[in-house]
């Protein structure tokens, strides 16, 4: 599933072709993805401007004049293409713009969704009301994981993969950060102290600024806009890396938690 620098990538993708840009036709060819399309999609949002991309969590967010966002969500196999030569089965929504680009939602599993929302109330969006901050902003902070984890007997990984905590982590980069803070992703997350606390705060930015920067990791379905693929996961330290050496030697070890594959070193992450 396309997580945060995924998401995070595919809307810088977007935004040399859409933003500023009017929207001269707003077409889907199918009545529904994981929901239906809004039925007032076409009309909404045929001839407003683009005035702005951006990324709450793993959803991407096209704000415009006309006062609505759209919202998207990749699912497990949603991609954008751009200027594409044909279309094809599984592109659900297609945009055109003024300056003639062509943007197509391509999703053949289906699991993705598009919505529309008022953008001065995006706070009140139903998935967006209980989420915790975003982990790239400034309110990620170890003072703030201090008060959330506090007393909390979950694992710390099972925390760090709660939205209500923080948005937009998924497994592949809650791994890799919890390697790079060497925290084992077992330990009781109300029992980190806070200097590690902060060293996780800066794992985490350090791990996911680096996957933007590649692209993201292009897993299955997922390719940037451009069509190219990330190439984060060349970079990955234990992700998917199960019986491989760690740096440090230790052999990479993988469990399964609640359906997710953990991967950690048992030296490096001894605590």
Request: glycine letters at 10%; charged letters at 25%; aromatic letters at 8%.
């Amino acid at each position: 599933m396309p997580e945060l620098p995924e998401v995070e990538t595919t809307v810088r993708g977007l935004a040399p072709a859409l933003d500023g840009h009017r929207l001269t036709l707003v077409e889907t060819r199918r009545a529904d993805l994981r929901h239906p399309f809004p039925p007032d999609l076409r009309q909404r949002m045929t001839g407003a401007t683009v005035t702005g991309l951006g990324r709450r969590a793993k959803y991407g967010l096209v704000d415009t004049d006309r006062g609505d966002t759209m919202i998207f969500h990749l699912g497990m196999s949603g991609r954008w293409r751009i200027d594409p030569h044909e279309m094809l089965t599984h592109d659900h929504l297609i945009l055109e713009t003024d300056a003639g680009r062509r943007l197509a939602l391509n999703d053949p599993r289906r699991f993705g969704f598009v919505d529309l929302w008022r953008s001065d109330d995006l706070a009140a969006y139903p998935p967006f009301a209980a989420m915790g901050p975003e982990p790239l902003g400034a309110d990620f902070s170890a003072a703030y994981l201090a008060g959330a984890l506090a007393g909390r007997q979950a694992p710390i990984k099972a925390m760090l993969l709660d939205q209500r905590i923080v948005a937009g982590l998924g497994n592949i980069y809650v791994c890799e950060a919890l390697h790079l803070a060497r925290i084992a992703p077992s330990r009781a997350a109300g029992r980190i102290s806070r200097a590690r606390l902060a060293r996780l705060v800066d794992a985490v930015r350090a791990v996911l600024l680096a996957a933007i920067a590649a692209g993201g990791s292009s897993l299955r379905d997922y390719v940037r806009p451009d069509g190219e693929l990330g190439y984060f996961s060349k970079e990955w330290r234990v992700y998917g890396r199960e019986g491989e050496a760690c740096g440090c030697g230790a052999p990479v070890r993988r469990r399964v938690d609640s359906g997710r594959s953990t991967f950690w070193c048992a030296a490096c992450q001894a605590g």
